[in-house]
């Protein structure tokens, strides 16, 4: 079955370092996102991709970085982790850019120290 | 951009009872808009979407409406279960999808 995977699931950082979280997809979705939850801030855009070799900002890109080498890959980057970045991540994918369902992965739980 | 405003953030109701979740949105230029239910500790999953050209859809007891000219849709859930205790996103889409903060449904035995 075509899945969306996340990792690491949990990962405690250090303010300052560089932390990746990978997200891997098999549905060969052209349209991939990244999405951070907040408690009072429901889901925000952090960036997204429709296709490779394309990246776009979203509401909240500032201090995040991606990059869409393949179809089955779009990693996030956070070049100098910040405590303001402590938050549970989602990746997403869909076979539409903005009209059809989102698949989501299961999450990646980030705390910044 | 779109910005999507949802209301309201925390909604109880007793078992068996109808419940209401409105959202607003602000680009006229959306013509997509999905709702998500998201369970504790799980991922947030599609549960019923509408398209601009329609003004209501049905799945069995929830149902979306939609008004495009007031811009904005509602989410309505009939004979509610513990099951549908729940957190529930909309979104809106222009060239990308833009969710609400959330509403948190509490069924109340």
């Known amino acids: 079955d075509a899945e969306i995977t996340q990792s690491p699931r949990h990962k405690i950082t250090e303010t300052g370092r560089q932390v990746t979280l990978a997200c891997h997809q098999t549905w060969n979705h052209n349209n991939m996102f990244w999405y951070r939850q907040d408690l009072g801030h429901g889901l925000r855009l952090i960036h997204y991709?429709?296709?490779?070799?394309?990246?776009n900002k979203g509401e909240v890109s500032d201090g995040y970085s991606v990059s869409r080498s393949n179809t089955e890959d779009l990693p996030l980057t956070l070049e100098s982790a910040a405590s303001s970045q402590t938050s549970v991540y989602f990746c997403?994918?869909?076979?539409?850019?903005?009209?059809?369902?989102?698949?989501f992965g299961e999450g990646s739980r980030l705390t910044v120290l | 951009g779109e910005n999507v405003e949802q209301h309201p953030s925390t909604l109880s109701v007793q078992e068996g009872d109808s419940a209401v979740i409105k959202c607003t949105y602000s680009d006229s230029a959306s013509n997509y808009f999905p709702w998500y239910k998201q369970e504790l500790g799980k991922r947030p999953q599609l549960i019923i979407d509408?398209?601009?050209?329609?003004g209501e859809k049905k799945d069995q007891r929830i149902a979306v409406t939609l008004n495009k000219t007031a811009k904005h849709f509602s989410l309505h859930i009939t004979e509610t279960q513990p099951e549908d205790s729940a957190v529930y996103f909309c979104?809106?889409?222009?060239?990308?999808?833009?969710f609400g903060k959330g509403t948190r449904l509490h069924i109340l035995p």
């Open positions: 997403a994918s869909s076979d539409t850019p903005n009209t059809g369902e989102l698949f």
């Open positions: 509408i398209r601009s050209n329609v």
């Open positions: 991709s429709y296709g490779v070799q394309d990246t």
């Open positions: 979104a809106g889409a222009d060239d990308k999808i833009i």
